[in-house]
């Protein structure tokens, strides 16, 4: 313990840099949040400036910190969560970037990735040892096209004059200015360069991938020391002692610390992650093994299973602007209020593709089962529920993998706002769903690592103490109506995959 106020997270996001203040109390007490460009040179590739990383990020932290007249003896400790897999090469001598960040989203490595990993061969090996699917959303096949696409980069590279990170590495270098060159095991575990059972960057992945090991950081434990801010403009000796990707940020920020617990974020996306304690089970229906944040002091690697839903709100943001069935995403709950249920209409957003447990890459969208009665609220009402299913399905792939039941589902994200959502989710689902008070949880998590490497919280038996009432929702549909709507979705997604 000391008299120190509060922790920081910096949460970098994929479409804005967020800075959190938040208390001993665990409450969010103020946040600004700053949004940057995003750039598409080509179809299917998504950059981002680097430098509008940074300055968005170190923006929103300055006037946080004036917005409350805050100096290094007000923050006890700085944590940061990160939108992964996205990959920066550069330049230590000058900080500079060799070229713009390539996003998780871009897929201009497919056929890169195709051509490395294309034998079952390479493919099981590199899920045994990563946990991943070979595929261009992670950073090795990206760090490669960096490498031989900029010119000069291989070279360099190779003579130890460039570094890779991900965005939590490239903020923790320049924070500490250029002393600390590290990330942590969750962030590396998205590489797909590190084996995720034996704890290390893997020589064999590096070899395939053509990456010089010199570039790559050194992984420290999330709830431990990434060194101490010193740049211009920043409060000097801040401790910066919590890293974490963001998805489990949000895992450890639900306080999901124990195997079976799992979290759902309804965003534009969503990211479904079961904990899974200290075993790292092999999905057999396409999900990805994952490496957990632990506290302080864990003496073994945790996992985690994940998967995710590649269009959730984004759907209703679709119905918004392509088809003008809503003014906002808020209203489609109330609109989906005003029948009793879809009619038979279901809405399949496999605008491009679908994911775990389908994949079907080639799979395209529908609306089916609509009659002359049809109306606005069954479409509004299908797509609400379509996150649901998505998520169920996902839910149900995990259950298999872990060899247990999901009790509680803990929710966030943008639209878990939406009780029908909600309500519905916990109808097909069968669990109970819970949302905490504050759906920020994605800092809170960055903020308990740090809290915790810190003493600013003690252990995380107190951070589940602290959690705010939540709001439970138990199943309220009768069982057999349920399964029978789940039978219907199934139909509908297997006409998508024709
Ligand atoms: N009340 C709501 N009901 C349903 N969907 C919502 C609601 N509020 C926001 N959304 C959806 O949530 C998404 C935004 O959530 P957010 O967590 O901010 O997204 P991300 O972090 O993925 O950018 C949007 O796609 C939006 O359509
Ligand atoms: O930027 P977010 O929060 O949508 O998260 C992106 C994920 O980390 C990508 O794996």
Not at 234 to 258: E, M, N, S, T, Y
């Amino acid at each position: 313990m000391n008299g120190k106020r509060y922790v920081i997270a910096l949460d970098q996001g994929t479409t804005s840099s967020r800075s959190v203040l938040i208390d001993r109390t665990g409450r969010m007490v103020d946040f600004v949040q700053r949004p940057f460009q995003q750039i598409f040179p080509e179809p299917g590739w998504v950059e981002h400036n680097p430098q509008d990383i940074l300055f968005t990020q170190l923006g929103s932290l300055t006037e946080l910190l004036h917005r409350h007249n805050l100096t290094e003896r007000d923050i006890c400790a700085i944590g940061i969560d990160n939108q992964r897999e996205t990959t920066i090469v550069w330049d230590p001598t000058t900080g500079a970037p060799i070229a713009n960040a390539i996003v998780w989203q871009c897929r201009r490595t497919t056929p890169l990735v195709e051509e490395l990993c294309g034998t079952p061969e390479v493919r099981a090996m590199v899920r045994a040892k990563t946990g991943l699917l070979p595929d261009a959303y992670f950073s090795a096949s990206k760090i490669r096209w960096l490498l031989d696409n900029v010119e000069g980069a291989r070279e360099r590279a190779e003579a130890g004059e460039l570094l890779f990170g991900t965005v939590d590495t490239y903020l923790v270098w320049v924070l500490t200015g250029g002393l600390v060159h590290a990330t942590d095991p969750t962030n590396a575990s998205r590489t797909m360069l590190y084996d995720i059972h034996e704890g290390r960057w893997d020589p064999e992945l590096l070899e395939l991938f053509d990456i010089p090991a010199c570039m790559l950081p050194e992984v420290r434990p999330s709830a431990g020391s990434f060194g101490e801010t010193s740049y211009p403009g920043i409060p000097a000796g801040i401790p910066i002692c919590g890293v974490a990707g963001d998805q489990q940020a949000a895992l450890f920020g639900q306080c999901c610390f124990r195997a079976g617990q799992a979290k759902n974020t309804y965003g534009t996306g969503c990211f479904l992650l079961m904990h899974t304690g200290g075993t790292a089970p092999t999905s057999t229906h396409q999900l990805v093994t994952t490496i957990a944040a632990s506290a302080p002091g864990c003496d073994h690697t945790e996992y985690a299973l994940e998967g995710s839903v590649f269009v959730g709100g984004a759907l209703l943001q679709w119905l918004r602007d392509e088809l003008g069935l809503l003014r906002s995403s808020s209203e489609s709950e109330m609109i989906a209020e005003r029948v009793s249920d879809t009619g038979g209409v279901y809405v399949v957003p496999a605008f491009t593709g679908l994911g775990a447990p389908w994949w079907a890459p080639e799979a395209r969208g529908l609306i089916c089962g609509l009659t002359r009665g049809t109306t606005q609220a069954h479409v509004v009402r299908a797509a609400l529920e379509s996150m649901a299913y998505q998520v169920h399905d996902l839910a149900r792939a995990m259950e298999a993998d872990a060899g247990r039941r999901i009790e509680t589902l803990n929710v966030d994200g943008g639209a878990s706002q939406n009780k029908f959502l909600l309500q519905f989710q916990s109808d097909v689902l069968r669990c109970q769903i819970r949302r905490p008070l504050n759906t920020e949880t994605t800092s809170l998590g960055a903020a308990f690592l740090a809290g915790l490497a810190s003493g600013f919280w003690e252990d995380p038996s107190e951070l589940e103490e602290l959690r705010q009432r939540d709001l439970v929702f138990e199943p309220e549909m009768d069982e057999a109506r349920a399964d029978a709507l789940v039978a219907g979705w199934r139909k509908a997604v297997e006409r998508t995959l024709l």
